[in-house]
């Protein structure tokens, strides 16, 4: 298994409170990406990270933020969370070799906003 | 505007036939393809990619198609086992891009 772990596993919190999900790698993979799950919209891409230091939005960027200031960690924030972001969130790990990518997940983090 | 598109929310196979597992996609500078297989409470798994020069790639019980032309690939599993029941995603990515966009999903039923 890709070493790739999520911290929490699982977490409820209330609606407006800060919530900060952790994905930490072993690997030293250049890409780092943060997706939710939802019923009826399978995986989507929330922000993604190119390096350290580096990172761009993807297609439900909106009431998140992210961080990488190590190769080997990526942070995930709800500023103030709501009960539209109740999701299961997977961190992903990726790197090229010769023209080739492959991502490899986490475990998955189930957050829960009330 | 879902540049990803898996049609089918589930499809039903019987065990031991082919099961044939389709996704389009809508820009055509996606030049890498990857299915993934995902089981409850699991986090996805790679399961065979594909790179936009070539138009097959098979590994073990599965294959994966590409068509360029109609920005089509599917997935063919043969024969069908009992744990290939799962949700598959379609993947696509780009080489001056480093996204990895996702379909929505099919969820795979194998009926003994």
């Known amino acids: 298994d890709a070493g790739i772990t999520q911290s929490p596993r699982h977490k409820v919190t209330e609606t407006g409170t800060p919530v900060t999900l952790r994905c930490h790698q072993t690997?030293?993979?250049?890409?780092m990406y943060w997706y939710r799950q939802d019923p009826g919209h399978g995986l989507r891409l929330i922000h993604y990270?190119?390096?350290?230091?580096?990172?761009d939005q993807g297609e439900v960027s909106d009431g998140y933020s992210v961080s990488r200031s190590k190769t080997e960690d990526f942070l995930l924030t709800l500023e103030s969370a709501t009960s539209s972001q109740t999701s299961v969130y997977f961190c992903?790990?990726?790197?090229?070799?010769?023209?080739?990518?492959?991502?490899?997940f986490g475990q998955g983090t189930r957050l829960t906003v009330v | 505007d879902q540049q990803v598109k898996q049609n089918s929310p589930s499809l039903s196979v019987q065990e031991g036939r082919i099961s044939i597992l389709n996704c389009d996609y809508t820009n055509s500078m996606f030049d890498y393809f990857l299915w993934y297989k995902k089981y409850p409470a699991e986090g996805p798994t790679f399961l065979i990619s594909i790179s936009s020069i070539k138009d097959k790639n098979e590994d073990g019980r599965f294959t994966v198609f590409l068509n360029k032309s109609a920005k089509h690939l599917s997935l063919h599993i043969v024969p069908s086992q009992p744990g290939d029941s799962a949700v598959y995603f379609c993947?696509?990515?780009?080489?001056?891009?480093?996204?990895?966009?996702f379909g929505k999903g099919t969820r795979l039923h194998i009926l003994p």
């Open positions: 993947a696509a990515t780009m080489n001056r891009d480093d996204k990895i966009i």
């Open positions: 690997e030293n993979h250049r890409y």
């Open positions: 990270s190119y390096g350290v230091k580096d990172t």
């Open positions: 992903a790990i990726s790197e090229r070799t010769g023209g080739d990518t492959e991502a490899f």
